[in-house]
Structure formats: C-alpha cells, structure tokens
C-alpha cells in the first residue's frame, strides 16, 4: 500500500473562513422498540447518543469502535438514509435534517455510500451496467449512449474491463464486487463518500487494492471520506483524523498521530493493547489491558460514562456523572474525568499502557 502524505492539518476546508463541508453537533438516533398487541413504545435503543464532529474537505475521518458501538448508525445518519431523532447535520452549510422533497434530491448525489457487504449490497438481478448506470439514470440528463459510455469509463478507472458491464454480480470476486460497488458511487461525481467497513469482507490479500484505489480516487476527484472500520491498523494507513466511538457516544477525537502514539482515554488504549505487534520477542513479554465482560446494551446503556462498567480505572464518579466532551490538547478531543492521568492509572492498575 503506498504511504498517505498529507497531514490533517494541511487538509483544505471547503470555505475561506474555514467552514467544514460536514458539520455534526448533538446528533442523536434512538430506534423505538414497540411491544403487544397494539404497539406500545416501551423503550428506545440508543444507536447514537449526542456525537459532534466536523470534517474537512478532502480529509479522511476515521471512525472506529466495536461491533454495536453505531459506527454504521452514524454513517446513515449524515446521509439522511436515518433521520436523526435530534440534532444538526450540515453539508456546506445546508441543514440536511430539515432538508426534504427536491432540495435533499439535489444534494443526494454529492454525497454517496460505499457499503461493507459487496456480497448483498448490489442487486443479483441486475447486470454492472444497470447497477452503476442506475444513478446517472436518476441524476443525470444524458441519453442511453451517454450513460454506457460512463458506465464504461468508471469501470475503467475501478480498475475492471468495460466488456464485462454485461456480466451479473456473482460472476465476480468479492473484490472486484466491491470495485463495482466503488464504480457507483463515484458515478455522480461526488464530493463525499462514506465507506461502511469497505473492506471487512474482504480477503486479506485483496483489501490493500481497495485502500490503494480509495487512495487514488480521493486525490484525482478530491473526495471527502468518513471511513467506519475495526481494523485500527488499516485505520492509521488511511485516515487523517481518527475518532474512537463506544456505545453510540464518543471516548477520543484527534489526529491520526495523536491517537496512536499519545492516547488519552482508556477505551482507545484497550483497543491499542489488542493489536498484535510485529516483533514476537515484544509480542510475547507485552502486557494486554484486558476488558471485562461485554458491551452494554444500547437499549439499556450504564448511567455516567458508558464505559465505566468495563473501565480499569473506573471511579465513582465515572457512574453517576456523564464526562465532558473537551479538547484537552489543540485538536484533540476526550470524553473521560481522568483524560490527562488515564495512562498512569492504567499502568499503575494494569501494569499495561
């Protein structure tokens, strides 16, 4: 894979005033769960509960988290395709959530999906050719020729033969299914992109070529990513900036550098404890901060700091009193009491950093 260059800090915002081209303040989604006969609402599942955070043109947002944690929820939710029960999303100052009829339909193709299933998420019963000319079908004016000599184009540029825009999906590998699915969602010409774990599915091998063909379409289009992974490692390579979710809240915000080399909060170090180190002489004497039990349930999250039923260094105020959300450090967002001790503590709890 090659090496990302760019520093966050030189990442070019879309206004002179330095206005974000994605702007997130207090947005929360609750699924309803309904119960008996008549449907009562008997609760709420918290997918997302009170997430502010700004991305930059031509940057990479990296958003990482365990399974649950409503990474995906976040995704769909700045895309509209789930409404936020409240708060703010803004696309070049455009209040999305309000945005409805033919103002959201004008906006819809800049900002496009990659999704982490390419096994379900193209229709089998419709060729390449139909699946990436479906958007430009919607969106675009172009007659029939027009279209297939886009269809065309894109399947070039994703790195496929144009002779296969006839084939169906199962004729192809997983990898080339999710070039497929990279091909549609560039078609409009997007100006963002948010990548749903593009690249979970995929064989070891193969993933690289997708991360590299990301890479390359972000430069030559000027794309804006937010990329939702697990995979700390193929995170760093890629993203400019990392946020680290847990139980639809955020734990840590910051600079692809910060969050790797100087961690605050004691989720984001877990996580880093976790990652097999190259070197089996360090991988075999390292000590591992290790997580008791599982992940709460959304529908029933812990009072306080919602990681404080699995936190080494959980006091009693972590239980009762919900952490402020920041900035300890000049770009460099934690939601912990103890943000700035967290690592001595761990150490002297875990024996672990």
Known sequence: MTAKHEDA???????????????????????PIKFGVFRRHVGDVKAVDGVSFDILRGETLGLVGESGSGK??????????HRATEGSVLFEGVELTEAKGEVLRKIRPRMQMVFQDPHT???PRMTVAAIIGEPLREHSNGNAADRHNRVEELLTIVGLDPKHANRYPHEFSG???????????????????????????????????VINLLEKLQKEMDLTYL?????????????????????????????????????????????????????????????????????PSPSNPPSGCTFHTRCPIAQERCAVEIPEWREVENGHWVSCHFAEESVKMLEAVTGAV
């Open 9 to 31: 800090t030189a990442v070019k915002p879309y206004g002179s005033d330095g206005t974000p081209l994605v702007s997130v303040t207090d947005v929360t989604k609750y699924f």
């Open 72 to 81: 995906s929820t976040i995704g769909r939710v700045v895309l509209q395709l």
């Open 121 to 123: 998420s193209l229709n």
């Open 175 to 209: 990898g080339q299914r999710q070039r497929i699915g990279v091909a549609r969602a560039i078609a409009l010409n997007p100006d963002f992109i948010v990548c749903d774990e593009p690249i979970a599915a995929l064989d070891v091998s193969i993933q690289a070529q």
């Open 227 to 295: 990329f939702i992974s697990h995979d700390l490692a193929m995170v760093r390579h890629i993203a400019d900036r990392v946020a680290v979710m847990y139980l639809g809240r955020f734990m840590e915000l910051a600079d692809v550098d910060t969050v790797y080399e100087r961690p605050m909060h004691p989720y984001t170090l877990a996580l880093h404890s976790a990652v097999p180190v190259p070197d089996p002489v360090v991988e075999a004497t390292r000590k591992r901060i290790i997580l008791e039990g599982d992940i």
